[in-house]
Nanobody, 115 residues
Framework: QVQLVESGGGLVQAGESLRLSCATA????????MAWYRQAPGKERELVAT???????NYAASVKGRFTVSRDLRQNTMYLQMNSLKPEDTGVYYC?????????WGQGTQVTVSQ
């Protein structure tokens, strides 16, 4: 199992930016894919962005053009740069990692966007 630790959440105003981090002790080279999800109060967890081992990215329509997922291979860390934040981006953000036949999740980091 891969241990994941998210950080970088906080309270911001609409239009501002945040960068989330997802750090792992496992070499990202060996991880098949990683992803960011979020869960708003009273709603199901939804996919935000994915990043494959080959570096391909994919985004939910609601964040495309505003969010960017990236990674630092030396730091074994995945990032989510979130720009032009909206109140509807509020939620707990989780990262996950598919390593061999196991999907692991982090503990989540809270993002709150006020009007």
């Amino acid at each position: 199992q891969v241990q994941l630790v998210e950080s970088g959440g906080g309270l911001v105003q609409a239009g501002e930016s945040l960068r989330l981090s997802c750090a792992t002790a496992t070499s990202i080279f060996s991880i098949t894919s990683m992803a960011w999800y979020r869960q708003a109060p009273g709603k199901e967890r939804e996919l935000v962005a994915t990043l494959t081992s080959g570096g391909r990215t994919n985004y939910a329509a609601s964040v495309k053009g505003r969010f960017t997922v990236s990674r630092d291979l030396r730091q074994n860390t995945m990032y989510l740069q979130m720009n032009s934040l909206k109140p509807e981006d509020t939620g707990v953000y989780y990262c996950n990692a598919q390593f061999r036949d196991t999907l692991s999740w982090g503990q989540g980091t809270q993002v709150t966007v006020s009007q």
